[in-house]
């Protein structure tokens, strides 16, 4: 079982929907944390849904800062934070009007 920053890796993650290019070629990541998503998405994700339990301090706290909506404290809460807030769809205005 191979730890990545207290993060058990789980599977290699990618989001094609919003990333169709990856995270490393988005312009919104940085090359290390590009890397770190892909390496812990998939366990991040499932401990943000309560679709696995975690298996150690470091996972415990991201989970509860998951379900609290608190701000996050290590690089992997930031981290996971910035993803989720690039991937909430934003509602389309139209500005057409008469005059």
Known sequence: MALIQGFIFAEKFYDDVNFPRGFGKSGDFTIAEAELLVNLGRRLFKLEQGLCKPEN?????????????????T????????YKKLTRHKPFNSLTGQH
Do not use: D, N, R, T
Request: charged content about 20%; hydrophobic content about 45%.
């Open 75 to 82: 690089k992997v809460e930031l981290l996971w934070q910035k």
């Open 57 to 73: 301090q470091v996972e415990a706290q991201f989970a509860q800062m998951s379900e609290s909506l608190l701000g996050g404290q």
